[in-house]
C-alpha cells in the first residue's frame, strides 16, 4: 500500500489517501486542541536511583520518570520518524535536492541522504520502549495502559515495523519503501483505532 505524504501539508495528504492514512495523523487533532485538552504533567513514578559510595557516580535510575504525556510522544517522535519513512515513497533520499518536510525544522539538512531513514526507522522501532515507560499519562490524565495485553501487541507491532523500515531503508529500494510505509501506517492504526480515535477526549486509553 502505497502512504503518500509528498507534500506533507494537510491538503494534500487528506486529497491523496483519502480515509486511512489521513485519519492515522489528523482524527483527533481537533479534539486533542479542544479547550481545556491541557496535558496534563506525568506524576514521576520512579523513584531516584540509591547513591553510591562517595567518589563512584551515581548509577543511572533504572527507570527515570516520564517527562512528556503519550500525545507528546506521539507528536515529538513518533509522527516525524514516520512521516519522513512515507516521504520516501516518492522523494528519493540519495537526490541531493529532496525536498524536505516543513516539519523536520531548520537542522534537517546537517544530516542527509539514507542514513536518515535509516535513523527515523531506528528512532520508530526504539520508540517502542518509550510507549510502554511506566508512570507516562495520555494527554487526559488517564494512565497510558501498558499493563494490557492488547496494548502490548500494538507496541510490539510498531517495534516489529520500525525495524523492517530499517532493513528496506538499508536496501536503499524505493519499492521496498513503498512496502514498508504501509507496514509502518498499519501498526500505528492497530493502536489509534482501540486507544486514541474515540468520540471524546476522555476516552482516549482506555480499550
Ligand atoms: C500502542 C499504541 C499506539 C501506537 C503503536 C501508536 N500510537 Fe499514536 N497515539 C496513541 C494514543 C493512545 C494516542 C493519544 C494519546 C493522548 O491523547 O495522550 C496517540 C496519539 C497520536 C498522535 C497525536 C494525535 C493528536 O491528537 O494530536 C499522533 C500524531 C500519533 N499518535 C502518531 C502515531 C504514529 C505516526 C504512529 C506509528 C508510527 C503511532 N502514533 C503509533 C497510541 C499509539
Known sequence: ?????????TQAITRVLGASVALLFWVGVAAAQAP???????????KPAPQTSPGKAAAPAAGSPPVGTLL????????????LIFATQSEDPADPK????ASFGT???VYTGWPVVENAAVTLAESADLLLKPG???SNGLPVPVDRADYRKFVQGLRVAG????????????????????????ACENCHSVYRDKPDLKSRCLP
Open 1 to 9: 500500500m502505497k502512504v503518500d505524504q509528498s507534500r506533507f501539508s
Open 136 to 138: 507516562r499519562l495520555c
Open 36 to 46: 481545556g485538552a491541557k496535558p496534563t504533567a506525568p506524576t514521576p513514578a520512579a
Open 107 to 109: 537542522f534537517a539538512r
Open 163 to 186: 525495524q523492517a523500515a530499517l532493513k528496506a531503508a538499508q536496501s536503499k529500494n524505493m519499492d521496498d519503501m513503498i512496502e514498508v510505509s504501509g507496514t509502518v501506517a498499519e
Open 72 to 83: 507528546q510522544v506521539m507528536r515529538g517522535i513518533l509522527f516525524h520518524s514516520s512521516n
Open 98 to 101: 529532496m525536498p524536505l518536510p
